[in-house]
């Protein structure tokens, strides 16, 4: 059957561009997150245009072959890996900014345009995309919107949801469909564009994209609060909060981050401090803001710096980097949860004590401002199946404390595949049916991405 | 028949509040949009909690009834108006605040909550609840979310999606959901938070919201650009907008609005120009943004004043009773389009050509920094059927218009009943076939208002 599919493929697309070697099979087989399967494609192809897109999923239609639609493959919660018998459906190559209207603040682009690109060609107008997702170098607009993406940022300026106006979307069908409007306010019909926006390529492929541009700060300022332990540095978020700053970034770093980051970058953060507290103000109010920070994190014991602006943006870049890469002599998991902000210290605490009970290496950042925590934890691969069996006993854990405390299994990530398993701990029954019921309604064959997203 | 359904219902529902009197049933029979065709309900009921909802909702599910949920009435797009054999569940009795987590920054709130009562109570914690349609005195936070209602802040601090967070909703059946997350941030699963915000009560009962709050500011300028016409104060819009300023309010007036202000208000607006334009900056930076903002008016001609705060807040809530009382020697209907920015100047122009086209009166507001733009226009009532007539054309043309420039037949006022006319024109075939099935997911007998908010 699968050789029958891919032959039929290959002559029901004589121009699409496509590869079934078992290099390209393997490389596009799964994104950055957690493996449970490791699955191949049948093939690969690469989309150049929204029609291409339409006669892909006409062809899918037809055949009932599963679609895997991917962008960069940077997601860390599996919503790209391959699944049983599918084609992945690459984006990449429609990568054109079509326009950036400076007046109307807004920027239309195809999927496959990579983040900072989009980002450079906005500032030329002084303008910027603001959700900037610690991979925003590498990852694609498209499916920044498929994981609704967060990042540093969004303290301030929202999620991805929150600057996408319009998107053009292919349904499973072929159908092209437009939602969302080309303003900034539209409330005409149920939103749609909302609901395509995190839905991980589930309901639709996402082959346009409306966003919202903000403006460049005039201004920005970096304050660095070295504190001699996590409780404390938690404890300046809410000092910040009380004292009605808005951050555009909020970071939280434990020790052991800050030392994974020496290591690797040879700073010198853990020898500063136990915990630090990273925050940026920006605009006409920068410096202003940035002195009420400092006040307030200084009044609480911490060791404040404001960082010239080399040192600074080297600091934020530093944080962006601190998911560290994989090594092979360790298991590691990131989680991505998000408590409540007063929960914070509690939360962060928590983390500390299981790792502690399950003996597993612990890890911590944090976008503080949205309350947005990404413990890592890890084992030696040595160890094998039992460090491993340790190793999902503290994710367990740590996201049904964090569900207790009234948080969410996934702050920004997405469900993907890898957090299915703890989806039906945070969704009631009515809410998964109704989730089902949804997608039927755009993809009643259900050969959009299955088995991501939502809960069978 | 009629009578038999209320028989069934006061026995089957003896313990809810309601009430069939004609006085009532006429009372609550419209909201303020304007009326197609007068209908009245069976009754009026009014819920006093969740169970009562469901308890409503089950009969109604029961016995094929019709629900026309309800909040304060004030909605202007006829998204509240009885239909054929309804009842009118009234959700003004569930005003209670339930919860306000200062450093968690958010509230929890049932529906019939007044905007302004949740934003005393969250100021006494220096804090606010952002969304502020004009009629925020006197609506209720679930209509505002039934609406995804704007205001005038919303140029800096979203819509009313952009705050909510969670939300508790009764099905048609009288199923109890919960969607949404306690933080900032939540991807998991499809966002039905977003997809019930703005339906307009279609698609379920809103009974419990949770709403993000934002900081009040600490400090507010407000500036007031007086233009000798429209288009060189909508020129100020783009200037801001090229200084990088993003104010919490940017306010359009011409030159008939301020006329009407000082006819009603006693104030001298229009002896001091033929536009203005309201600009109030924020936060820490509003004194160096507010200056910004007066070089930037000054430069294209405007009489600019740094009002004092008495001054200021007065002309601000001046604003926001610029759509005026219902005067009955007049038939008046008042718009709700948004156009991209940078048509803004275009568009007004636009509209004062087809008033003097089609012989109807015309003034302009708008939300200028959301391109959101109100549009009044009214003809004498003693013309009778000629006059409307001219007024139905010019508001045709003023949709099909603003259309045409990229824009939207609503920015925050909703589809409701009246803008059911429209919507083809805006929403294609297939967006209202998704529409309609996603409907018929959540209300599968079509018992929730029907004849609102999407097309039959």
Not at 137 to 147: D, E, M
Not at 353 to 358: D, V
Request: proline share 4%; net charge negative; aromatic share 4%.
């Amino acid at each position: 059957m699968t050789a029958d599919t891919l032959l039929d493929l290959a002559r029901s697309l004589p121009d699409i561009e496509m590869d079934s070697s078992a290099a390209i099979r393997a490389a596009y087989g799964s994104d950055q997150g957690p493996v449970l399967e490791q699955m191949s494609p049948l093939a690969v192809l690469w989309a150049r245009s929204v029609e291409e897109v339409q006669e892909i999923l006409r062809w899918a239609s037809r055949t009932g072959t599963t679609v895997v639609p991917r962008g960069a493959g940077t997601g860390v919660s599996g919503g790209a890996h391959a699944t049983a018998g599918c084609i992945v459906l690459s984006l990449e190559r429609m990568n054109r900014i079509l326009e950036i209207r400076p007046d109307d603040e807004l920027a239309v682009v195809e999927p496959g345009v990579i983040n900072a690109d989009l980002n450079k060609a906005a500032g030329e107008h002084g303008l910027m995309y603001a959700p900037d997702p610690a991979s925003y170098r590498i990852s694609t607009v498209g499916g920044n919107v498929a994981t609704n993406a967060g990042g540093l940022r969004c303290a301030k300026y929202g999620v991805t949801r929150d600057s996408v106006l319009a998107l053009d979307v292919v349904l499973a069908d072929g159908t092209l469909v437009s939602t969302g409007h080309q303003t900034f306010k539209g409330v005409a019909g149920y939103d749609l564009t909302a609901l395509f926006t995190g839905s991980e390529g589930t309901l639709g492929i996402v082959v346009g994209i409306t966003v919202r541009l903000r403006y460049q700060p005039v201004k920005t300022c970096t304050v660095a609060g070295f504190f001699p332990d996590i409780e404390s540095a938690a404890a300046g978020v809410l000092a910040v909060g009380r004292a009605r700053v808005q951050p555009a970034i909020m970071e939280l770093l434990d020790g052991p981050t800050m030392a994974a980051l020496d290591a690797v970058h040879g700073s010198d953060l853990r020898s500063r401090g136990g915990a630090l507290l990273l925050i940026q103000t920006d605009g006409y109010g920068a410096e202003a803001e940035a002195a009420v920070v400092r006040a307030a994190l200084a009044a609480l014991g911490g060791t404040v710096s404001l960082e010239d602006n080399e040192e600074a943006l080297a600091l934020v870049d530093l944080r962006r980097h601190s998911r560290g890469d994989a090594v092979h002599t360790e298991v590691r998991v990131g989680e991505d949860v998000a408590v409540p902000r007063s929960g914070l210290v509690t939360y962060i605490a928590e983390l500390n004590r299981m790792a502690g009970r399950h003996q597993v290496r612990l890890k911590v950042v944090a976008h503080a401002g949205d309350g947005n925590v990404h413990p890592t934890f890890w084992v030696d691969a040595a160890e094998g199946s039992a460090g491993v069996e340790r190793l999902d006993a503290a994710l367990d854990e740590s996201i049904s404390v964090a569900l207790a405390m009234g948080g969410t299994i996934t702050g920004e990530h997405g469900v993907g595949q890898f957090k299915l398993r703890w989806l039906g701990q945070e969704q009631q029954a009515e809410v998964q049916e109704l989730q089902r019921q949804i997608k039927s309604v755009f993809d009643p064959a259900g050969i959009l991405n299955p088995g991501k997203a939502i809960l069978p």
